[in-house]
């Protein structure tokens, strides 16, 4: 996609972060965008702050029937949609043993059934337009580890790569003009460790934090704060990857030694077998 003026793009947790960062990277290069998020008055103050060529849209990924509107409304407002964003999601600390299922229902629920609800809505749609598309699925660098105290988070995202690469062949051997990528960041400052705020009140959790929970939880806030890399960088690489036509945009260099070092205890555990 070498050619983005003039297009339309869908960004669905739009009201900050990462997502209002995409939604600039898209306004400079003359795409027209529509912005989702649940955070009705957030996405308010976000649209605002991004000028013309915004529209928005309230919407809670976790519910298919409210994905689908969205969907309607890009549609209805613009006749097609070139670049989805399946960028919405929430954080949580939590061991597996302190996990609750309200905590997993609700981060499975925005992480990926958000992103599962995004591609039924509008795959669909964009296969139909018969002009080159993509749809942007971010995973973060948790989609391809295993990191103690983020479970519900890391299975969520280890989903959302499992989709995310299954979509691409599928595609690639239909011969689609719909691309998937994957934008897998590690930490840089969001206001995801304060996702409680969006919860909703059915999912709240009856099980205190216990104490070494809260410390995961104290070591994640300072790595965020501390990133060095903003989201308008990783939105200016998710662009990179996306003219460039890359199925992975991993934006952290060292992502790559943790993810070379688990897949190196895999390959120990599982040799090949000898030969006869």
């Excluded at 296969?127 to 989609?143: D, L, P």
């Excluded at 959302?160 to 897998?184: F, H, N, P, Y």
């Excluded at 400052?189 to 205190?208: D, F, K």
């Amino acid at each position: 996609m070498d050619n983005l003026q003039g297009r339309v793009a869908v960004i669905t947790g739009g009201a900050g972060g990462l997502g209002t960062a995409l939604a600039r990277q898209c306004l400079q290069r003359g795409m027209k965008v529509v912005l989702a998020d649940v955070d009705g008055a957030g996405l308010a103050t976000a649209a605002g702050g991004l000028g013309g060529g915004v529209v928005t849209c309230v919407t809670d990924v976790m519910k298919r029937e409210s994905v689908e509107a969205l969907a309607a409304f890009a549609y209805q407002r613009h006749g097609a949609v070139h670049l989805l964003f399946n960028n919405a999601g929430v954080g949580l600390s939590r061991s597996v043993g302190e996990t609750t299922s309200n905590d997993w229902a609700w981060v499975l629920g925005v992480n990926l059934w958000g992103v599962i609800h995004g591609i039924a809505a509008f795959l669909p749609r964009m296969a139909a337009q018969q002009e080159e598309s993509r749809i942007v699925n971010t995973a973060s660098a948790a989609g391809f580890l295993s990191d103690p105290g983020m479970a519900a988070y890391g299975v969520s995202k280890h989903g959302v790569v499992v989709i995310a690469e299954t979509l691409a062949k599928e595609l690639a051997e239909k011969g689609s003009q719909v691309g998937v990528m994957l934008l897998c960041p590690a930490f840089f400052p969001t206001g995801i460790t304060t996702s409680e705020r969006v919860r909703p009140a059915g999912l709240t959790s009856p099980v205190p934090v216990s104490d070494a929970d809260r410390g995961v939880q104290e070591k994640l806030d300072s790595a965020v704060r501390k990133g060095r890399l903003s989201a308008d960088d990783v939105a200016a690489m998710a662009f990179e990857g996306i003219l460039r036509g890359d199925l992975y945009v991993f934006t952290h260099k060292k992502i790559r030694l943790a993810i070379e070092e688990r897949l190196r205890h895999i390959l120990e555990a599982c040799p090949y077998p000898a030969r006869s």
